[in-house]
């Protein structure tokens, strides 16, 4: 019933651009905390990006200024803007959706930037 599916990751060269989405079903993304995470190859999964129910956005310290996170409620949808990326980039990036006792994963979109 739920479900959350990213699409938007590919390959990309360094400095270039990427914008994820993140399509909710099954429920009113709005309602939800929604977070962009990424987890590179021997490495823990790490927060990105976050929006509140209220629109207040967070991004992790070392990625202001090049990641934005925004949504569009009447697509039921999240977006993660990429600028100017850098090969440490590369990894899968989650979308999670948060409300109370309740957290959902999607299945993740794979970016690639290459050197």
């Known amino acids: 019933q739920v479900q959350l599916v990213e699409s938007g990751g590919g390959l990309v060269q360094p400095g270039g651009s990427l914008r994820l989405s993140c399509v909710a079903s099954?429920?009113?993304?709005?309602?939800?905390?929604m977070s962009w995470y990424r987890q590179a190859p021997g490495k823990e999964r790490e927060l990105v990006a976050r929006i509140l129910t209220d629109g207040t956005t967070n991004v992790a310290n070392s990625k202001k200024g090049r990641f934005t996170i925004s949504r569009d409620n009447s697509k039921n949808t999240v977006y993660l803007q990429m600028n100017s990326l850098k090969p440490e980039d590369t990894a899968a990036y989650y979308c999670?959706?948060?409300?109370?006792?309740?957290?959902?994963w999607g299945q993740g979109t794979q970016v690639t930037v290459s050197s």
């Open positions: 999670r959706a948060d409300r109370g006792g309740n957290s959902y």
């Open positions: 099954g429920f009113t993304l709005s309602t939800y905390i």
